[in-house]
């Protein structure tokens, strides 16, 4: 699936068996609630934190996912092509840093 596919099937959905997009703010609210679910998951499975009864059955791969498709929703709903704006993002990356990570002595 490309990213402009993923953008595509996203509203789709949303506008099918969603209803409607949430409120951009509301999704800025559920992104972070997403990106904390995947952090208590990556502290636990990655870090020094046990796992709670509540944290087990959770896949990283899924909080993954749920972190893209409110990404995604966002993309949508402020008319951002994130299949162009990733482009743009590794063209700045490439400018910006052709030689700033080779010659970083902690790496």
């Known amino acids: 699936m490309t990213i402009e ?3 595509q ?4 959905w949303i506008k099918t068996v969603g209803v409607r997009y949430f409120n951009e703010l509301t ?3 559920i992104l972070m609630e997403e990106v904390g679910e995947l952090s208590r998951l990556m ?5 020094e934190q046990s ?5 087990k059955g959770k896949e ?3 909080e993954m996912a749920d972190v893209l498709w409110v990404l995604i929703c966002l993309a949508n709903q402020t008319g951002v092509n994130l299949t162009t704006a990733l482009q743009k993002n590794f063209e700045k990356k490439t400018n910006r840093d052709a ?9």
Do not use: C, I, P, W
Request: hydrophobic letters at 25%.
């Open 5 to 7: 596919a993923a953008q």
């Open 60 to 62: 990283l791969s899924d």
């Open 99 to 107: 030689e700033r990570h080779k010659t970083n002595h902690k790496l």
């Open 51 to 55: 796992f709670k009864e509540s944290d």
């Open 27 to 29: 999704n800025l609210g």
């Open 43 to 47: 502290v636990r499975q990655y870090g």
């Open 9 to 12: 099937q996203v509203d789709e």
